[in-house]
Nanobody, 124 residues
Framework: QVQLVESGGGLVQAGGSLRLSCAASGRTFSRYACGWFRQAPGKEREFVAAISWNGGRTYYADSVKGRFTISRDNAKNTMYLQMNSLKPEDTTVYYC?????????????????WGQGTQVTVSS
């Protein structure tokens, strides 16, 4: 089992920045590929970004490419999402997730563990 806890969400003005953190406990964090997803009320959970177990590969949704950066520090059992140039449409709940590195990163179904989510609100 892996337990994931997100933090760093909050309220920011459009154009601003936030950094989300995902702290992991339980089994060896470095074994798992990890991702960030977001979900608005009444909508499906959507892929934001993912990173391979060793950080060597990263993947982004087109909507955040060039604005968001995913990273991880396996020594600290923590993954991050640096979000710059935030837009009102980025407003929603963000979730971190972990999976045995299947080689597939954008599908919700391949992730085995999920955090509880953190709210990000971007005001215009």
């Amino acid at each position: 089992q892996v337990q994931l806890v997100e933090s760093g969400g909050g309220l920011v003005q459009a154009g601003g920045s936030l950094r989300l953190s995902c702290a992991a406990s339980g089994r060896t964090f470095s074994r798992y590929a990890c991702g960030w997803f977001r979900q608005a009320p009444g909508k499906e959970r959507e892929f934001v970004a993912a990173i391979s177990w060793n950080g060597g590969r990263t993947y982004y949704a087109d909507s955040v490419k060039g604005r968001f950066t995913i990273s991880r520090d396996n020594a600290k059992n923590t993954m991050y999402l640096q979000m710059n140039s935030l837009k009102p449409e980025d407003t929603t709940v963000y979730y971190c997730a972990a999976q045995n590195d299947s080689g597939t990163y954008s599908a919700v179904s391949v992730y085995d563990y999920w955090g509880q989510g953190t709210q990000v609100t971007v005001s215009s």
